[in-house]
């Protein structure tokens, strides 16, 4: 019988797969030594970014997916493409480091929210189907692609579609550890992580469930939506580890990468009662998009009305904060937008509040971002510092902010707040304390 729970909603394990690298102990290190993740990309032949560079994942392969990261669920990896196999692979790994057994907690009582792009198909796969359509004077014939079949798509992938849904992270998760509660997935990019924690807190809460799996999947680095890049990115050039520059007065545009991490959510109770390490208490989580008439979104309004409302949820204010972790890229313009509305929200604490922005070791992973960023500041307060901002050395002239930059800050300030903010104006704010 599900009854309301009104207590903490606490975070008992974590599944990372990042550039900098896969699982806990190998992303710490990354951290701890100032790596960035961003390298030439091995798994594609060309990903329309300078030179090839981007945040890859290059220890998952498929050789290591099958015999590790996703033994569980081989079978099914033929039907996954690489965006669902990440985030499957994070979401059992979150698992494992839960300590969660089969069969300790009935599987009615284990749900699934999870965050993905839309996800793309490389081109190839479709070339056989759209070289079968072409029509007499060589233009593609639309009647053709719902008519034609049999030898004419020889080649392409059987049961394509399901290889890119972005609702097929959940569905695979919750098949592999026979989580039989509430499964959705979020489609909102970067602040998909947020959302996704929003949701599942909420789950736990109305008594639905007691254990939430809840993560993010992504990429930018892709045939397809590197063709994209154009319409609204700027992409960093130059020495590679020196090319994503978050916040600062000179960035020059963002590093494109992939990501996924999953956060186990259940309630202190239950996970006290199991006897779980408990990494970090959700305090609150808000949301906020905004728009003008003509569908020109306002990131900075809507940052600074979610990160209000998340800060007036928890109970606590600017001046409690111990640090805030930005979804800030290296973007141009939209950096300027997330820093002012930063400035705003600390009114006057802004240039003693630290701040950071995880994206200069991790890269621009559109959904799969949100989460593994706050793992950078969960992991990083474990080990007592707010990690540092790889290459910052200046604040925008109006927006100066407190950037944690050259050293890893030593902090007995447990309590952070992260926003992350689409091109599109949506923007989630949580409240964490570890």
């Known amino acids: 019988m599900s009854h309301s729970y009104s207590g903490d909603i606490v975070i008992t394990g974590i599944g990372l797969m990042s550039s900098i690298g896969i699982g806990e102990d190998a992303f710490w290190e990354s951290l701890k030594a ?6 030439q990309v091995e798994h594609l032949s060309h990903v329309g970014t300078p030179d090839c560079i981007g945040g890859e994942v290059t220890e998952f392969t498929a050789k290591s997916a099958r015999k590790e990261h996703l033994s569980k669920v081989k079978k099914q990896i033929k039907v996954m493409c690489r965006e669902i196999q990440l985030g499957v692979a994070s979401a059992l790994q979150a698992v494992q480091h839960a300590g969660i057994e089969p069969g300790s907690v009935p599987p ?19 070339l056989d ?55 959705n997935s979020i489609t909102h990019d970067e602040a998909s992580g947020g959302l996704v924690l929003s949701e599942a807190a909420n789950i736990i809460r109305r008594g ?28 960093a050039d130059g020495p590679v580890a020196d090319r994503c520059r ?5 960035r020059r545009g963002e590093v494109m990468a992939e990501s996924a991490c999953t956060f186990i959510l259940e309630s202190r109770t239950h996970a006290e009662a199991r ?13 906020s998009c905004v728009l003008d008439k003509n569908g020109q979104a306002n990131e900075q309004l809507a940052v600074e009305q979610a990160a209000a409302a998340a800060l007036q949820r928890a109970d606590v ?39 950071t922005a995880p994206k200069s070791y991790l890269g621009s992973a559109g959904s799969g971002s949100g989460l593994a960023e706050m793992a950078v500041s969960i992991l990083g307060l474990k080990h007592g ?40 104006g949506q923007c989630s704010a949580v409240v964490i304390g570890v």
């Open 34 to 39: 100032g790596n960035c993740g961003f390298r």
């Open 108 to 126: 009615q009582r284990i749900g699934v929210d999870f965050g993905a792009n839309l996800m793309s198909s490389p081109p190839d796969v479709l």
């Open 129 to 183: 189907a759209g070289v079968a359509c072409k029509a007499d004077d060589s233009s593609f014939s639309y009647d053709r692609w719902g008519n034609c079949g049999g030898d004419r798509f020889k080649g392409m992938e059987p049961l394509w579609l399901l290889r890119y849904l972005p609702n097929m992270p959940g569905c695979h998760i919750g098949i592999a550890v026979d989580a039989r509660g509430p499964n």
């Open 208 to 235: 639905r469930a007691d254990i939430m799996i809840t993560g993010t999947t992504g990429t930018r680095l892709h045939a397809v939506k590197s063709c994209q890049h154009k319409l609204w990115d700027t992409l």
């Open 246 to 250: 978050p916040l600062d007065k000179d």
């Open 275 to 287: 006897g779980a390490t408990i990494l970090g208490t959700l305090l609150s989580t808000a949301a």
């Open 317 to 355: 204010s600017a001046a409690d904060l111990g640090h805030v972790n930005m979804c800030a890229s290296g973007h141009l313009q939209r950096d300027g937008y997330e820093s002012r509305a930063i400035r705003s929200i600390l009114a006057d604490k802004a240039e003693s509040v630290p701040v």
């Open 385 to 424: 510092v707010v990690p540092k901002t790889l290459n910052f050395r200046a604040s925008d002239d109006d927006a100066q902010l407190n950037v944690v930059a050259d050293e890893h800050l030593a902090t007995g300030n447990k309590l952070f707040l992260k926003t992350s903010v689409t091109r599109m």
